[in-house]
């Protein structure tokens, strides 16, 4: 069974800093996408940013551009989001993601974690 686990959030200042941290278990062959989502209330899940293994970078938001930094270990199948500079308006529910494949030549699946709450207020 894939299993997504995230750690590292809860409550700072405006401008202050986070460190999310996700690491997925279990039969991985191989992770296309690998990266995070936030939901505000009563909203859908938002792209926050993501990294792709076939191009060894991460795209990102506008709404985080050069605020956030995804950084990806293959072998330890770990994502880890750096939140710098956060505002009032990055208060929400954070999901770790990941598109992958538990066997050779086998379909890719999207798998979530079960969120992390991140509170920007002073």
């Known amino acids: 069974q894939v299993e997504l686990v995230e750690s590292g959030g809860g409550s700072v200042q405006p401008g202050g800093s986070l460190r999310l941290s996700c690491v997925a278990s279990?039969?991985?062959?191989?992770?296309?996408?690998m990266g995070w989502f936030r939901q505000f209330p009563g909203k859908q899940r938002e792209l926050v940013g993501t990294?792709?293994?076939?191009?060894?970078?991460?795209v990102y938001a506008d709404s985080v551009k050069g605020r956030f930094t995804i950084s990806r270990d293959n072998a330890k199948n770990t994502a880890d989001l750096e939140m710098n500079n956060l505002k009032p308006e990055d208060t929400a529910v954070y999901y770790c993601?990941?598109?992958?494949?538990?066997?050779?030549?086998?379909?890719?699946?999207?798998?979530w974690g079960q969120g992390t709450q991140v509170t920007v207020s002073s």
């Open positions: 990294f792709v293994t076939a191009t060894g970078s991460a």
């Open positions: 279990g039969p991985i062959f191989s992770i296309t996408e």
């Open positions: 993601n990941a598109d992958l494949r538990t066997r050779d030549l086998g379909p890719y699946y999207t798998y």
